[in-house]
């Protein structure tokens, strides 16, 4: 960060090659002369840490659970790649050799590109993918449950070219999913970190169009994966999102996610077949669509149930946080009212999720093992 400012912002790899190569010397004078901005910037991830794991405390006594959401790749632009570009697919000084993705979906015709670097996992491998499991159980200091984003590049990801601009021509490769879970499950047993039956404490996001093989690795685990309630009401009876077509428990309902519109910006823009549906699942005219899609969550046989707070507010899509395959006007809603204005919300969150045998959690064991 300190390196970062001096250069004015520029990206690791446009900073004098001493620097972007990690130059003992360069970075030996940068701690002696920069010392003050270094204890500076030490001091403030310092406090960040105290404040969190405070924060972390008072959640487990009051049994609430954090869950936490990784990014399966890093960016091109972090520490991480500029401390051991050897774990990446870089090229000469510092440029793309192969990119991150997916290949063209119903979200883009041609593809999401995300211009972080993939991982040379044959140098994770030879080093017993020690980066990985550091990174994982590093955050799992922070949070009780950890989303795994993007979780099919466990087991095959879509590699593209550095130079391409959009992710047409990539191509599925192989990933060492099974030994790399098998390691963190291993550490997380001797640091107690599993939840009742030997479970990792991960939930493995495994949307879009997943392979068998993908929810084979999932399985293997006994991860659980996610439904996402928007997508329901295509019309379909074997719809996997019907709360109907759970198979078993293992699963965490979403009302919609960070990429999704918001509940009521998704319900303005349905058709008339399409709320005649949602009526229909949820028994009822939908005058509040977040909250009776909410309540279909929570009555569904899903271990876990998640509403965005947005939902909960009954916002439109004035609010949405995401839109995939879109570079601006993103992240960009913001909370602005006092925390004390959502009591009302929260407090009819928590009757409801009562009302279906739902409540705070005593301890991340009990998240194997009970609703929540």
Sequence with gaps: MVLRRRHGG??????????ARRNRSAL????????????????????????WQRLRQQAQERGVLLVGDIPFYVAHDSADVWRDPQLFSLGPGGSLRQ??????DYFSATGQLWGTPVYRWSRHWLGGFRWWLRRLERQLELFDLLRL?????????????????????????????????????????RRGLLLSGGRLPLIAEDLGVITPEVEALRDRF??????ILQFAFDGNDDNPYLPANYRGSRWVVYT?????????GWWQGLDGDSRDRVAAAVGAEVRAPSWQLLELALASPAELAVVPLQDLLELDDQARFNTPGTSSGNWSWRLEQPVASLAGAVHGFGAM????????????EAAGAAGG
């Design 28 to 51: 030996a004078h940068l701690a002696q002369q920069g010392r003050a901005e270094l204890e500076a910037e030490a001091l403030l991830q310092w406090q960040l840490q105290l404040q």
């Design 222 to 227: 006994a991860l659980p994966g996610m439904k």
């Design 353 to 364: 999720a009562a009302r279906y045998g739902r409540g705070p959690l005593a301890s991340p």
């Design 10 to 19: 520029l990206p690791w790899w446009q900073w004098p090659e001493p620097l």
């Design 256 to 264: 919609g996610t960070h990429d999704n519109a918001t509940s009521l």
């Design 149 to 189: 984003d993007h979780f099919r590049a466990l087991q095959a990801y879509w590699s593209v070219p550095g130079t391409d601009a959009t992710a047409e021509n990539g191509q599925w490769r192989p990933s060492p999913g099974v030994p790399l879970l098998e390691l963190l499950r291993w550490r997380c047993r």
């Design 99 to 104: 990119q991150s993705g997916v290949p063209p």
